[in-house]
């Protein structure tokens, strides 16, 4: 009986992260496609209005160069877990308001603040390269990818609602897939997928990340 449980836990969790590449690749071009153009948006914008950042900017310059003690880097990993985790649940609740692309608010916000980001890097003379390539890009790219992993959820969730809606103003009424087989799936992935992604992103962020950006 223990057995026939293991195999079941092994095949559901397989079956899982079957189910989120298949909607991973769906939505992978996309969402990366809104990404790129809200960031560079919101760096034109920045680069534009040439706010004055002179306390922003120091305490960037701060982050990225004060050191840190190992339980230090622990305790920022945790905060930073927490943090994306329950920007990641933000988006799947989101889904459940009955208005299209709602849920992609948290993807915006997110994208327009490395924007912001790296006109405050070039405003206090870091290497951009360095600064983006070491202590960005090793956790970012697991990061957003993981949001948009979780917005894809979020848009089957959400356009089987706002389409019952429309459903109730019809004369021909459409068919949908079941919405408990998706709020089943959505959570699956949640606890199985986008869980550990979103940890493994922020152990890489506060450990690698720092220690390359200490380390070059």
């Known amino acids: 009986m223990k057995k026939q449980n293991i195999n079941h836990i092994k095949k559901t969790i397989i079956n899982t992260w079957k189910s989120a590449w298949v909607h991973l690749k769906k939505s992978f071009w996309k969402y990366w496609s809104l990404y790129s153009i809200v960031l560079i948006v919101a760096y ?22 004060n050191d840190v003690s190992g339980e230090g880097y622990w305790d920022h990993t945790i ?29 915006i916000s997110t994208s327009a603040v490395i924007g912001v980001a790296v006109y405050l890097v070039q405003q206090a003379d870091l290497n951009v390269l360095q600064t983006f390539g070491l202590g960005f890009l090793p956790h970012a790219i697991l990061e957003l990818t ?5 917005a894809s959820y979020g848009s089957s969730i959400n356009k089987i609602l706002v389409g019952k809606i429309k459903n109730i103003f019809r004369k021909h009424k459409k068919t949908f897939p ?20 979103i940890f493994a992103a922020a152990f ?13």
């Open 44 to 65: 034109l914008i920045t680069v534009l209005t040439n706010p004055n950042m002179k306390e922003l900017i120091l305490g960037l310059d701060e982050n990225f160069n």
């Open 79 to 107: 905060f930073l877990f927490k943090n994306n985790w329950f920007v990641c649940l933000q988006i799947l609740l989101l889904a459940f308001i009955p208005i299209r692309f709602l849920y992609t608010l948290p993807l």
């Open 178 to 197: 079941p919405f408990r087989d998706h709020l089943k799936e959505a959570f699956l992935v949640f606890t199985l997928v986008i869980t550990p992604c």
């Open 204 to 216: 890489i962020e506060g450990f690698i990340s720092r220690y390359l950006l200490h380390a070059f």
């Open 146 to 150: 993981t949001f948009i992993l979780v």
